[in-house]
């Protein structure tokens, strides 16, 4: 394409997205008419109860620009109060694990600062959808089933998924008018309306019903950040990454470990390609665990952990036959899952890589009331751990796996990229970007190739589980033997199975746009 394109998980998302940039509006108007769609045609990943994050380009100025829309735990919540009711972790669900929700003022600020149309017709079309209701899909369905447990606990989310006590059928209309009033009102009023008006007393009130802590202060202080993005290199390209408490600088040192390593030499999915990027996954997974949280509250050594000079020295813990067992972090001293996401590009120039998510599959599973609004579960985020930088504190942002990336190349536009799958995105984001500068892959090519993932990430609750290595069996039952002679723990996942949902927009010299979407996940990419 050459005049615009989006790449979306959600076909309908997409297509309204298309049909704002053909309308005249930016990247930015069309992330956020995409964004709002999203939480209704993939409900179970994200909406107005989720948070958000993007990296985006902005071609009048020629800037790359980072937004952080994560929420805050309740100013009133702490960690002796999780631990006095006999908690060794935070839980995945109920309103304990809910914190403020970010994603419609991080809407809001997108297109304050970027947009070029007016709000009410960016959230026009999600209320229409909302009003006259979403089909049904065979996805949407399993979603309410696999999760029937957890939504049937919350008589208001049970009113809404369960109509009846039975899972929603595939192919029926699924009307929302609860959500739709909060969308109305958000279209009215802005992000005022949410967070200093009728949708956040609404949850407030909700809240205290049920035991919870949020207050109206709580809401009325949100605010979302507009920051320059970290970065790194990586094999001449400048790579642009969500700083934390996002988890993006996983995936920028993961790149710098890699760069002292010949990958395409060595060929895409051989044993020692894999081997090479699995281990040094490992060690940038052990420094997150060891050093990452909210910078408002720790000191990060962020400098150091993004630089050359530690990937050298850090590298040297990788042996390049054996796979680690247990990896430390670097010391101090040393140093110097539900979700979905799109990419945009514009006629003009404009790009934006944008990611958003309630984390567990439908979040906290509560709907807060009359706001039909589906609530996050991004309190499981922090850890109880005393005196770790991720540990929780009242009006303190948890560690987010929410991370997404945008490349430069000689000073032009590059591509933008995403995935959802929680502690599997930096994984899967490296991946695709060595497809593309190892292995000489196009877009499509890219975000189609077999991949892997380690397991345990940085979840809390699975730490201390012996460390998996888990393939799509499209690499080939000599490539796992091979990788099981080092020593890995090899899953296999099935063809298609264990690879998220990849989004890819790719912008060549001649400004020609080419848009990879992940097959895994009935994913598009549209342009014209």
């Not at 007016?118 to 009003?131: D, K, M, N, S």
């Not at 910078?295 to 990937?311: D, Q, R």
């Not at 944008?354 to 979040?363: D, K, M, N, R, T």
Request: glycine share 12%; with cysteine; charged share 20%.
């Amino acid at each position: 394409a050459t005049r615009g394109m989006v790449a979306s998980s959600s076909p309908e998302a997409a297509a309204v997205g298309m049909r704002v940039l053909l309308d005249g509006g930016n990247a930015s108007d069309a992330a956020v008419a995409v964004a709002l769609v999203e939480g209704l045609t993939l409900p179970a990943s994200c909406g107005l109860g989720g948070d958000a994050f993007a990296v985006l380009y902005d071609a009048r100025s020629r800037r790359v620009y980072g937004l952080n829309g994560s929420g805050v735990a309740p100013r009133a919540a702490t960690r002796e109060r999780y631990l006095s009711r006999g908690m060794a972790v935070i839980p995945a669900q109920g309103w304990d694990a809910v914190a403020i929700p970010g994603a419609a003022h991080a809407y809001w600020t997108l297109h304050h600062r970027f947009g070029s149309r007016r709000w009410p017709e960016l959230v026009e079309p999600a209320i229409r959808y909302a009003e006259a209701g979403v089909p049904v899909s065979r996805r949407i369905h399993q979603w309410i089933t696999e999760s029937r447990a957890k939504l049937e606990q919350f008589p208001a989310t049970a009113a809404v998924c369960l109509p009846g006590g039975q899972a929603r059928r595939v192919g029926t209309r699924w009307r929302r008018p609860d959500y739709a009033w909060s969308l109305r009102q958000l279209a009215e009023g802005g992000a005022d309306a949410f967070y200093r008006g009728s949708i956040a007393a609404e949850i407030v009130r909700c809240s205290e019903e049920a035991g919870g802590l949020f207050t109206d202060d709580d809401f009325a202080q949100h605010e979302t950040e507009v920051y320059e993005p970290i970065h790194t290199t990586y094999r001449g390209v400048e790579v642009y990454e969500t700083r934390p408490p996002s988890q993006g600088f996983l995936l920028l040192e993961i790149l710098n470990l890699l760069e002292g390593f010949d990958l395409a030499g060595s060929g895409f999915g051989t044993p020692d390609a894999i081997h090479l990027m699995v281990e040094a996954t490992k060690l940038a997974f052990a420094d997150r665990l060891r050093h990452a949280g909210d910078p408002h509250f720790v000191e990060m050594p962020l400098p150091e952990l993004l630089s050359k000079e530690f990937a050298t020295r850090r590298r040297r813990a990788i042996d390049p036959h054996r796979a680690a067992d247990t990896v430390p972090a670097a010391a101090p001293s040393d140093l110097r899952r539900d979700t979905t996401s799109f990419c945009v590009v514009d006629a003009q120039g404009n790009a934006i890589s944008f990611i958003h998510s309630l984390f567990g599959a439908w979040g906290s599973g509560v709907v807060a009331g009359r706001t039909g609004i589906t609530l996050n579960n991004r309190g499981r985020g922090f850890t109880l751990e005393e005196g770790h930088p991720n540990v929780l504190a009242g009006g303190k942002r948890p560690m987010h796996t929410l991370n997404c990336y945008l490349l430069m190349r000689e000073g032009a536009l590059y591509a933008v990229g995403n995935t959802p799958g929680g502690d599997m995105q930096p994984q899967w984001n490296a991946q695709v970007i060595c497809s593309l500068l190892d292995f000489g892959m196009d877009a499509q090519q890219a975000v189609t190739a077999p991949r892997w993932h380690i397991f345990p990430g940085a979840d809390p609750a699975v730490q201390g589980q012996p460390v998996e290595l888990r393939l799509e069996s499209r690499f080939g039952a000599a490539v796992m033997d091979e990788l099981r002679a080092r020593g890995h723990r090899v899953v296999d996942t099935g063809p298609w199975t264990g690879g998220g949902w990849c989004q890819i927009i790719v912008v060549d010299h001649d400004g020609v746009l080419a848009g990879g979407s992940d097959p895994r996940a009935g994913s598009i990419a549209l342009g014209v």
